[in-house]
């Protein structure tokens, strides 16, 4: 029993499990290099043995001593020690796990900004290691070649290979190496004595610090004589590799002057990896503001960098970073960008636990961050994380104050919907959407709101989107802003398959039609088309019955392909659905160009190069200024949409006086003078602007706005009516009643009915005017839904969208169209006797308008 207890073999002991040889290392060195792994764990290691059966005693002496020098010397630089054993055959060294230079070198891509970058990196690192040992441990090292310097997993270059370090106050000949295939690497002062006795305490490593930058450039070395070739050699590096590899050992640099020449600007050493990497390694002691500086550039930077030195080296300080230090939100773009190098199983375990800690920050950069970058880790996010811990977090973002997070929290319902069980999606989310369609000020976050719910249909229980949809739609084709307008009409043609055709002609074909005589051409372009869509459709079924269930087949399936769709009409609005979003104020930096009235041909009107530019634009990245430096007034919308420029594939250019819900609408109402077709659009259309109000209104701008108007009726009252003004008033009102007079269908009292058409086609001026000059009472019908003036201010800030603005979407909140208008040839032909006239009542306009006492009135005021 004792026996066998002492003649078992004791690397048995050892707890790593030894795999194959690394070829070649084994001709430059008295070691086998072995790839291994820790029993257990199974962690990657590399272990150097030493077989001493076969050795002689000065090789023993030489591995015995490399052995000592390794536990001894630490640096970042120089190869990390774990572990040993030496037994009476074997001796082990166990290190992290690397390979030889000389091997991985011949890995990289022939060339490259990558490249360069890498390799001015791992000779900084050995320079540094240099420097460490000559300067620091007063030590030279005497074996600095490819063979002796290692690459870890993070693309680090480590020195190793320490067998033949020695006292650098001891003698200056550099030892006789073994094998003799490094001898190539000595100095040529190792033949010449004179030379000899010029040497320092550096100079033999020098010599090996040049003979290692020829080999990363070049290859391994195979003779001395071709050092002198230096046309694959950097130029910025050429006169310091002159110095290095120069036959005078004195006029060779001091490593640590080397690196302070290298790392000036325009320095070998001066790039943006060697940047990153070493403000990387000093993060601990670096302030908030250099922080934030560095990981907002950090990401522009990466497509350059390796990616195992992004992967093994960046990726895990951003995570500390963020976890440990104060790093903030900045972080979150570099880090999730990396992620997408992590297999699946890494990044559960290292990415997931830090981003279901994120959701839980109350800091809205942060919140707004990761919404930003939602798509970039959705996927590797399980079904259970995204319910449980994930969406409740998320859905605080609808009841948000700022705005820009109530639109971002919208658009990440797009990411997030496959995901989400039943209650979440088709409940909570349609309960927040609802509400923010009917209540929200800003119209940019109603339009991505109709975006959104087309875009999320085909996860919607069939039933729950039977009953939603149209509804919702609807209700955005009501919307005072004419983007919302615009994408309730492109939504229902995306989700045509999920109509019933019965549902079509009588709920959405009418509501259609109402739009087809809309102020804005940008709305009516897509309106008829669909409608040209819709009609296709019931016409095919009408000529061949059987074609209904197939035309049906999607209205009850519970997972639909939305790219059916694209395959029918609607394609083109599936594509204008599916693939943007409006884009609001936050998201765009570009300057808006000056708004004067002469570029205006109409009030109130998006100016748009086609119908093709209907489609809304994808926000990638929001203003984070904003949110950074946030005001007092949480309430502040940061995300409005009045103020910007648009390119050509999203809704085109708008002025905050297009936008009726915008708080700015009345200060752009003086940025010019309207010319005389755009107050022609306004009566003929019936669509005044200035019956929109404000959908959140200044009780001190209000008063402001009647103290004015009270001082123009005064006025108007004071002055005499010119004869002329007179007959052009009578005129107008006479055009504006004979076509509908024969109409009159209901009881109404004249004198109301009179002054509903002039509430809907005047402006409130005018309409004091008209009313003191208005004798006789003319008896005609309240015509496509103009209802009498109602002082209320909910009435004067949605005039012709009553109930659009209604939190639910119940079937029956809808009013039925008057189709008593529908195809009458009288209203037809008053209509082109106003085409005819158009000219005359310009001339006639221009000078009614010349004639007024103060300037056009500001949007949003309320009539008297």
Known sequence: ?????????????????????????????????????????????????????????????????????????????????????????????????????????????????????????????????????????????????????????????????????????????????????????????????????????????????????????????????????????????????????????????????????????????????????????EIQIKDKAEKNRFFSGLTLHLDNFPDNVCKHKILPQLITAYEYGDAGSAVLAPMFKLGKLLDEAEYQKRIVPCVVKLFASTDRVTRSRLLQQLELFIAHLQPQVVNEQIFPQVAHGFLDTNATIREQTVKSIIHLAPRLNYNNLNVEVLRHFARLQARDDQGGIRTNTTVCLGKIAPHLHPQVRQRVLVSAFIRAMRDPFPPARVAGVLALAATQQYFLLSEVANRVLPALCSLTVDPEKTVRDPVFKTIRGFLGKLEKVSEDPTLRETMEADVNTATPSIGNAAATWAGWAVTAVTAKFYRSQSDSSRPRPPLTGRNLSKPASLEQPSSS????????????????????????????????????????????????????????????????????????????????????????????????????????????????????????????AEPLAKLNSHNTSPSKQATAILSTNLRPKDLSTAKSISTTPTPFMNCNNISPIDKSPEHNNLTNNANWNSDSWADGEFEPIDETSIGNPKLEEARRKREERKLQRQRELEARRAQRVSGPMKLGAKKL
Not at 149 to 164: C, P, Q, R
Not at 623 to 641: G, K, R, W
Not at 648 to 656: A, L, P, R
Not at 665 to 671: C, E, V
Request: with cysteine.
């Open 613 to 736: 530019s209907l489609s809304t634009t994808t926000s990638s990245v929001t203003s984070m200024t904003s949110l950074e430096h946030e005001s007092n007034d949480t309430s502040a919308s940061a995300s409005d949409y009045g103020n910007n420029d648009w390119d050509n594939e999203n809704w085109g250019e708008m002025d905050t006086s297009q936008d009726p819900s915008s708080p700015m609408a009345g200060a752009s109402a003086n940025n010019g003078q309207l010319n005389a077709s755009s107050a022609l659009a306004e009566v003929r259309d019936g669509w005044d602007n200035e019956e929109w109000g404000s959908l959140e209104e200044d009780p001190g701008e209000d008063e402001e706005e009647q103290a004015q108007q009270q001082q123009q009726q005064m006025q108007l009252r004071q002055s005499p009516i010119r004869p002329h003004q007179q007959q052009l008033q009578q005129h107008q009102l006479n055009e504006l």
């Open 1 to 281: 029993m004792m026996w066998s207890f002492f003649s078992r073999d004791s690397s048995k002991d050892f707890p790593y499990d030894i795999g194959e040889p690394v070829a070649g290392f084994e001709y430059h060195s008295i070691w086998t290099l072995h790839k291994a792994k820790r029993k257990g764990t199974q962690e990657e290691v590399s272990i150097f043995v030493y077989d001493i059966r076969n050795g002689s005693e000065a090789k023993c002496e030489l591995a015995k001593g490399a052995l000592k020098r390794l536990k001894t010397l630490r640096h970042p630089s120089i190869l990390q020690y774990i572990d040993s054993l030496e037994t009476d055959k074997m001796l082990y060294v166990a290190t992290e796990f690397v390979e030889p230079l000389g091997t991985h070198i011949t890995k990289l891509s022939t060339d490259g900004p990558q490249k360069d970058l890498y390799l001015a990196w791992g000779i900084f690192q050995i320079t540094r290691a240099l420097s460490f040992l000559n300067n620091d441990g007063n030590l030279r090292h005497n074996n600095v070649s490819v063979w002796s310097v290692f690459v870890n997993a993070s693309g680090e270059w480590k020195l190793g290979s320490l067998e033949y370090v020695s006292p650098a106050d001891g003698n200056p000949m550099p030892p006789i190496k073994v094998p003799p295939a490094l001898e190539v690497y000595d100095p040529p002062e190792k033949s010449d004595q004179n030379k000899l006795k010029a040497s320092t305490k550096c100079s033999a490593d020098m010599w090996g610090l040049g003979c290692l930058v020829w080999e990363a450039f070049n290859g391994p070395l195979r003779a001395r004589s071709n050092l002198k070739d230096i046309n694959s050699i950097p130029k910025s590096i050429q006169s310091l590799y002159c110095e290095l590899v120069g036959a005078t050992p004195s006029n060779r640099p001091n490593p640590a002057d080397i690196i302070t020449r290298c790392r000036k600007p325009g320095g070998f050493f001066k790039n943006d990896l060697v940047d990153s990497l070493l403000f990387l390694e």
